[in-house]
């Protein structure tokens, strides 16, 4: 997919998340700053200076798709990326030794890929990803395949990793981690950059008025609130009413009170990233 | 430079450790061994301890049958004395350990007929014709006396002829069917060579291509670098395998004769009896041999080898590197290689046509092109192909393996990423000007 007029800047120690439908560029994107594709035209800064090979070492990157080479040794294998990553022996089975430590998986050194699991392998490969402690990790899709109790691990890792000064690029279609994990995001559709920025404030940008309020008794609607109020949707105690212009939270308090109503809770429904990633991708159609 | 380094040592060590290759180095001299072993066993089977007996009426061969024993495995025995009949002969061999009788009748020199021989079984080929030669070559000498003829005159009238070969003001030495031989032998391991690590080369990039490992090392290496480092592995690989080969074989020889000494000597023996009874053709045969090799100027046939080999191995692997790097399965590379292969089989037919007229047009161009020159080239250079020849064939070679290692690269560095799209040579060609 070719990119077209993408701009966009990253700061650094933060969680970005690129967001796009299959076959937007956002694969294309990752290789330009990777530097496994080289633009056409534009530039890519790296701290201030143009993305140049010396760059490639400061990067980390782990596709999709998972790239290990099955016949091989986990130790073996994590020794020849931390190699071609230019450190010596002794600095590599250090570095190779403590992360196999900290995820765990020292018992695996000396198993082929091919004996492991799914999930196994992601945790070598993200390994193999973060071995040389790069600034800049971009990281597709880390969580597939993984179980709730190792993909919570990895989670923390890359919290770790952002408060040890790297700067995390996290591509993905599982909206819930965006929420969890991201700061910022960017989404992407037919190589356009369509929305971006930080995730409470495009919330905001995109919120839909929505009030939810829950009551001590199912939810009866009668005239007086119907007249006064929008609603959207009740079930069992709980009502989603849309704030008119001009109305505030207070106005809805207010409505129920007098039908002397018991109100239970009462707080904005804010759109999730995957309505906003629909309706942008929807719109953008 | 270093990381090319890592990816040619891990690409080496993976395959040399593996349990295929080790078994099919150490395998393949053994199994030649062991063939080697099966047919001295079967040759020498036949000539086990067999005795005949030889009833001779006519008187004529006597002394011929003195010197026709071959060693322990062969023996005459020529009964003197003994006036019985054939027919009452024929069955009591047995009673003086012998396999089987000879009969010889009086016979017309004219006509020799009646010849016989009585046993439970057949004799070996070998064996039949040793009895044959020998007793035709005495029938033949005295029907020559009888004539009047002196045998030793005629002997010394059955002249051979060589003719000398001077090439330009240099007498040529050897024989130029050695020396084809030879050249032969070389260019076939070349083909060998070119063919089974130049699908290697492939089928490895295909397997990186298609389990995506390719895009983690692509951010840390130069695709150029990926693909140099795989082909030197590979090819350094092969050259493990054929010198462990060479190296087993040389061995394999040495120790075979202490294991199998009699069986070989008196193999050798029959040999000699059978095809070499006229020594100074034996001699012959073994001077021209010795002297194609003074003749082939070794340096030159080694360093030259090692040339083609080596830039003939880039030359194709580079293509075969570049085929996988584009493909993404395996009916897709059987479309891909089938034009790369073509001059390879080509070269195959154009090395029998070399053979036998080294010096043709054919053989020439042959010989220049870079798609034969690895094969062609080698196979012409034991009949003194002149220097100008071999080094603007050398120069041609470099330059295109060189400008083919580049084409291969640029290729690749397109074609290890794009994933589940059909390729067409027209889609290849863009790659290769795309920026």
């Known amino acids: 997919m070719a990119l077209q007029d993408v701009s966009l800047s990253i700061e650094k120690n933060k969680i970005y998340g690129l967001l796009g439908p ?264 | 430079m270093i990381k090319t380094w890592y990816i040619i040592k891990r690409e080496y060590l993976t395959r040399v450790r593996k349990k295929s290759f080790i078994l099919l180095t150490l395998l393949m001299p053994v199994l030649i061994g062991v063939m080697m072993i099966v047919m001295v066993n079967i040759a020498t089977s036949t000539q086990e301890k067999l005795r005949i007996a030889v009833k001779d009426e006519s008187g004529c061969f006597e002394d011929k049958f003195r010197g026709m024993d071959v060693g322990e495995n062969l023996r005459f025995i020529y009964l003197t004395g003994n006036r019985q009949p054939i027919d009452s002969l024929k069955n009591l061999y047995q009673n003086i350990n012998c396999d089987g009788i000879l009969f010889i009748p009086k016979f017309e020199l004219d006509k020799p007929l009646g010849f016989a021989y009585y046993s439970e ?54 024989s ?38 390719v895009e983690v090392l692509v951010t840390t290496v130069k695709p150029f670098q990926l693909m140099i480092g795989k082909i030197i592995g590979i090819g ?62 070794i340096a030159r046939m080694l360093l030259s080898f090692l040339f083609y080999f080596i830039f003939g191995y880039l030359f194709y692997a580079s293509q075969f590197a570049a085929i996988g790097a584009a493909v993404t399965d395996d009916s897709d590379a059987q479309t891909f290689t089938f034009p790369i292969t073509i001059p390879i089989i080509i070269s195959m037919v154009l090395m029998s046509v070399t053979l036998s007229q080294p010096f043709s047009s054919a053989a020439f161009w042959g010989s220049i092109l870079p798609f034969s020159s690895p094969i062609i080239m080698i196979t012409r250079i034991p009949f003194q192909v002149s220097w100008w020849e071999q080094i603007l064939s050398m120069f041609i070679l470099l330059i295109s393996s060189v400008g083919m290692a580049y084409v291969a690269a640029r290729i690749y560095r397109v074609g290890i990423l794009i994933q589940g799209k059909k390729i067409t040579f027209k889609e290849i060609g863009k790659w290769i000007f795309m920026k």
Not at chain 2, 255 to 275: R, Y
Request: net charge negative.
């Open chain 1, 22 to 285: 299959n076959g937007a560029g956002k694969t294309t994107l990752i290789r330009n700053i990777t530097q496994i594709f080289y633009p056409d035209s534009g530039t890519i800064l790296f701290n201030g200076e143009k993305l140049a090979e010396k760059h490639q070492n400061l990067m980390g990157y782990m596709p999709e798709e998972r790239g290990l080479y099955k016949k091989m040794k986990v130790a073996e294998q994590l020794h020849y990326f931390a190699q071609l990553r230019n450190f010596s022996n002794i600095e590599a089975t250090q570095r190779i030794n403590y992360w196999l430590k900290k995820l765990d998986i020292e018992s695996w050194s000396n198993k082929t890929v091919e004996e492991l699991s799914k999930g196994m392998q992601q945790k070598v490969q993200f390994v193999a990803t973060v071995l040389h402690q790069p600034t800049l990790l971009i990281l597709d899709e880390p969580f597939s395949g993984l179980d709730p109790i190792n993909a919570e691990i990895i989670k923390n890792e890359i919290f770790e990793l952002q408060a040890n000064g790297t700067t995390i690029i996290f591509s993905t279609h599982r909206m819930e981690n965006v929420e969890e994990i991201c700061e910022d995001i960017f989404l992407i559709n037919d190589g356009k950059i369509i929305l971006n920025g930080n995730v409470k404030a495009i919330k905001q940008q995109y919120k839909q008025h929505l009030i939810k309020v829950e009551t001590a008794t199912d939810s009866e609607s009668n005239e007086t609130i119907e007249s006064q109020l929008e609603i959207v949707q009740t079930y069992n105690n709980q009502w989603l009413f849309k704030l008119k212009e001009h109305q505030t939270q207070n106005d809805i308090l207010k409505v129920l009170l007098q039908q002397q109503i018991e109100i239970l809770s009462m707080h904005e429904v804010l759109p999730t990233v995957n309505d906003i990633f629909i309706q942008k991708v929807k719109n953008e159609i």
């Open chain 2, 176 to 213: 130029s069917e050695i020396a084809g031989l030879f050249g032969y032998a070389c260019g076939m391991l070349i083909y060998i060579f070119l063919i089974v690590y130049g699908a290697m080369v492939m089928r490895s990039v295909t397997e990186e291509k298609s389990n995506r490992i």
């Open chain 2, 121 to 174: 079984n057949e004799l070996g080929l070998s064996t039949k014709e040793h009895i044959v030669k020998n007793l035709s070559e005495e029938v033949r000498n005295r029907a020559l006396s009888a004539r009047n003829y002196n045998i030793d005159t005629i002997a010394s009238l059955d002249k051979k002829i060589a003719i000398e070969q001077i090439i330009g003001d240099e007498t040529k030495k050897g």
């Open chain 2, 236 to 297: 350094a690989v092969g050259l493990t395998q054929f010198l462990g080969w060479m190296l087993l074989t040389v061995c394999i020889n040495l120790l075979l004769p202490i294991f199998m000494g009699d069986k070989m000597i008196a193999m050798q023996a029959m040999q000699q009896s059978n095809q070499m009874t006229n020594s100074s053709e034996a001699t012959q045969m073994l001077m021209n041999i010795s002297m194609a090799f003074q003749g082939l100027d």
